[in-house]
């Protein structure tokens, strides 16, 4: 089955797709799917955790400028309480996909679960590291979500989201535990979930 995926994008437009933002406890969890142009090739894709910041900026400036076509989108922390973090995740891939300008024959995911396409989709372990397509993805799905906890930081300084991106370090629980819970906590989650009900 694999080897025919594999020959099937081979012959057709591939588009890869990975997500970003499924541990934090606020904020979208955002996806990007990605059909890179064969003749311009983008040297360094590689899992976006692997990348320096100013190396995933600089890659994704160029992604955006070389790619046949490339799409972000997101699920809110209102979808991700309602749907949970898993199934969030996936419809955020959907729409990712939804959005490209070119239909693609062919999707790669990152990880071990396929969204719901209406065109192949194959799922692939560690895919950031391994398919130049999927990589590209999970670098501007990253630098996107972390200008979110930027522009956020800049709203709530208190928070320190520039610093942590909304993830539950020491600092971050305890700087929640101080200032509470804003409206783009994901309120489903454990830490800002405990901390609702000792004030409800």
């Known amino acids: 089955m694999r080897n025919l995926s594999l020959n099937l994008a081979s012959t ?55 790619a046949l076509s490339w799409s972000i989108a997101v699920a ?44 192949s989709v194959e799922a692939i372990v560690k895919g950031d590291a391994k398919v130049a397509e999927i990589g590209a993805a999970s670098i501007i799905a990253k630098v996107y979500r972390d200008q979110q906890m930027i522009d956020l930081d800049r709203e709530y300084p208190q928070y320190g989201f520039a ?14 535990q101080q200032h509470g819970v804003l409206p783009q906590y994901r309120k489903s989650f454990g830490p800002v979930k405990r901390l609702l009900e000792v004030k409800s």
Request: negative net charge.
């Open 76 to 119: 809110t922390p209102e979808e991700i309480d309602e749907i949970n973090i898993l199934h969030a995740s996936m419809l955020a891939m959907q729409r990712a996909v939804e959005g490209l300008a070119i239909a693609p024959d062919h999707v790669q995911v990152d990880g071990n679960r396929c969204p719901k396409l209406s065109c």
């Open 163 to 176: 610093r942590h991106k909304g993830y539950p370090t020491a600092e971050h629980l305890r700087l929640l």
């Open 12 to 66: 057709g437009l591939l588009a890869g797709v990975d997500e970003v933002g499924r541990g934090p406890l606020l904020g979208d969890v955002v996806a990007a799917a990605v059909i890179l142009d064969p003749n311009q090739p983008i040297e360094g894709l590689t899992d976006s955790k692997k990348l320096s910041e100013k190396r995933r900026l600089a890659l994704s400036e160029q992604i955006r400028e070389c």
